[in-house]
């Protein structure tokens, strides 16, 4: 199967979406845990900061990576006509 342009592009669209979501994703996993003793020396509602970040506003993230990914895939493929009829 020949590849056209427009393929090209919702593929190179699709594969910078996933990167730049990953990269989101490693930094709010491994960054924030890897700087978590630094921000346990501040509390936020009786918890150690870091403690908190990483068990509340990391699943927070998580979620809004998922909708992001979700809204802006069915956009694309909308756009590029791929999209599954309902």
């Known amino acids: 199967m020949k590849l056209t342009d427009q393929h090209r592009t919702y593929w190179r669209r699709n594969l910078w979406l996933t990167l730049a979501l990953l990269s989101v994703w490693f930094f709010v996993t491994f960054a924030s845990g890897f700087y978590a003793d630094e921000l346990n020396t501040i509390t936020f509602l009786g918890f150690p900061l870091g403690f908190y970040i990483l068990a509340q506003g990391s699943l927070i993230t998580y979620l809004v990576i998922i909708g992001i990914y979700v809204l802006t895939m069915n956009r ?11």
Do not use: I, N, S, T
Not at 76 to 86: C, H, I, P, Q, S
């Open 76 to 86: 694309l493929d909308r756009k590029y006509g791929v999209a599954e009829r309902r």
